[in-house]
Nanobody, 120 residues
Framework: QVQLVESGGGLVQPGGSLRLSCTAS?????????????MNWYRQAPGKERDLVAG???????VYIDSVRGRFTLSRDNAQNTAYLQMSILKPEDTAVYYC?????????WGRGTQVTVST
């Protein structure tokens, strides 16, 4: 069973930085590895829906929502089955639970999320 575990969240002041990690496991016997999946970061603020923040396709194309473009960077280390979300110039409105997600051919997997709080 494929599992995703996020880490790196925490409390940070406005203008600060955090790097989130998403480590995947459980690919044995599936016929696929981490590199075979599109990888996405989502976030869910209190009382709001879970929204896509950044996504990386299997072909290596990365997209960001407008509000984080230029501040957040998605990267992945397929050899380590790990993806990252480097977040800089953080704003209070970035406060949310951040989830990693991988998907392929209609199948998708989610992590349990990591809390990011941007506050003084």
């Amino acid at each position: 069973q494929v599992q995703l575990v996020e880490s790196g969240g925490g409390l940070v002041q406005p203008g600060g930085s955090l790097r989130l990690s998403c480590t995947a496991s459980g690919f044995t016997g599936t016929g696929y590895t981490f590199k075979d999946y599109a990888m996405n970061w989502y976030r869910q603020a209190p009382g709001k829906e879970r929204d896509l923040v950044a996504g990386n396709s299997r072909e290596g194309i990365t997209v960001y929502i407008d509000s984080v473009r230029g501040r957040f960077t998605l990267s992945r280390d397929n050899a380590q089955n790990t993806a990252y979300l480097q977040m800089s110039i953080l704003k209070p409105e970035d406060t949310a639970v951040y989830y990693c997600n991988i998907r392929r051919d209609g199948n998708q997997f989610w992590g349990r999320g990591t809390q990011v709080t941007v506050s003084t």
